[in-house]
């Protein structure tokens, strides 16, 4: 090969080095992550979103002001209908619930579970709050309904399928807003002890 | 096969990848996990493959200069496809316009690529290719298979245990698709 063949070799594996290096970058997130939440939580890590101000109705058809101020609050995304991952999540906060209560954190932190679905009424959410013993100082379920539902749900990244066999699917996950309602970390469902222990540090900065 | 129908199949060809942007179509074969990662990628990729097929042989010589052995090609062809099978970007292709296009054209440079790069890659080269590419598509589908959660949130558990099942019979068809030629040719000049 000529010196100039060579160089031309060179040139030609670089461009395809940076190309592919390129794709990988942009297709991971940046090297964070290959899944959609793994990306999601790579990029809160490092930029915290802030929670759109919207109203949710409660089973009482009472108004709930989002984000809650002065409590840090772990949120999660259910349908009363969803017999797969909203099970696990309940679960998680049941745990959290328990351990919010006995570690003196009520008042500081709270739980909120937000219906995307537009078939729970007030029926559904009481049977809901009723079945996973929610205590109401701690953990409150509320409907989020047109615009608000489509805007928590673009913040906080939850992507919802149809499933003939289990009513809706969505990625499940316990996503933590400060006090300041910024959306600031978010861990797998099954994290219950990673979730309150990033929920008490919220609580204890300034 | 007549000329003139030689030439009609070429078109046909040639305008095929252009079926594969029309929006319903996209929408149908980006609905299923399945589909995207079975159907609608592979082809995207054999309609880059072919674009590389039908250019002059003038295109080829200029290209091996920049791309010996085809390796650097090679290389950009196995990012590319890497890039496309990935769980975020299959997500991303069902709510983002954007994404879903890079996507593609991730795809079909990955076509283009491993075409422009595929004989001057010889014999070895392509053995070793084929074998990495199979064994990376059967250890994702089983992983896909088997794996207790969804890993597109746009997907259901079962759309991807059939896709990664659908992964596993692509590393078998892969393998046969470059190994029989191979042996047929063995055996017709055994030396």
């Given amino acids: ?206 | 096969m007549s000329a003139a129908r030689s030439g009609v199949l070429r078109v046909l060809l040639t305008a095929f990848p252009a079926v594969l942007l029309l929006p319903p179509v996209r929408a149908w074969l980006e609905a299923t996990m399945t589909r995207q990662m079975l159907l609608q990628i592979p082809l995207v990729i054999a309609a880059g493959w072919w674009l590389a097929a039908l250019l002059p042989r003038a295109w080829h010589r200029r290209v091996s200069a920049w791309n010996p052995g085809g390796v650097a090609g090679l290389v950009l062809a196995v990012a590319l496809g890497g890039v496309v099978m990935t769980p975020r970007v299959l997500d991303a292709a069902t709510y983002s316009a954007g994404a879903d296009a890079l996507k593609l054209a991730c795809a079909f440079g990955c076509g283009v690529a491993a075409g422009a790069s595929w004989r001057p890659a010889g014999i070895p080269g392509q053995a070793f290719v084929v074998g990495n590419i199979a064994w990376m598509l059967a250890a994702s589908g089983v992983l896909l298979r088997d794996w207790p959660q969804r890993v597109c949130a746009a997907y259901l558990e079962q759309d991807q245990r059939i896709a990664g099942t659908g992964l596993v019979l692509w590393a078998l068809v892969l393998s046969a698709l470059w190994l029989v030629p191979q042996l047929r040719r063995r055996r017709a000049s055994p030396l």
């Avoid at chain 1, 490092?46 to 009472?62: E, F, I, K, N, Q």
């Avoid at chain 1, 049941?94 to 351990?99: G, H, I, N």
């Avoid at chain 1, 559904?124 to 929610?134: H, I, Q, S, V, W």
């Avoid at chain 1, 409907?143 to 809706?168: K, Y």
């Fill in chain 1, 1 to 206: 090969m000529s010196e100039r063949g060579a160089w031309r070799a060179v040139a030609g594996g670089c461009a395809s080095l940076v190309a592919a290096v390129a794709a990988l970058w942009w297709a991971t997130a940046g090297f964070s992550a290959i899944t959609y939440d793994g990306a999601k939580a790579a990029r809160l890590a490092s930029r915290p979103r802030a929670v759109p101000r919207v109203r949710l109705v409660t089973a009482d058809g009472a108004v709930l002001a989002l984000p809650l101020r002065e409590q840090v609050t772990i949120v999660d995304f259910v349908s009363t209908s969803c017999v797969a991952v909203c099970l696990a999540q309940g679960a998680s906060l049941q745990a959290l619930q328990r351990l919010i209560r006995e570690r003196g954190l009520v008042g500081r932190v709270a739980l909120l579970s937000v219906s995307f679905d537009p078939d729970d009424d007030a029926g559904r959410l009481d049977g809901f709050a009723a079945t996973r013993g929610l205590a109401p100082d701690i953990w409150r379920i509320a409907r989020a309904d047109g615009d608000a539902r489509r805007a928590l749900l673009d913040t906080f990244d939850i992507r919802i399928v149809r499933d003939p066999l289990a009513g809706w699917r969505h990625n499940a996950a316990l996503h933590i807003v400060d006090r300041d309602g910024a959306l600031r970390a978010v861990h797998e469902v099954a994290d219950v002890r990673g979730a309150l222990r990033t929920a008490t540090q919220l609580t204890e900065t300034p």
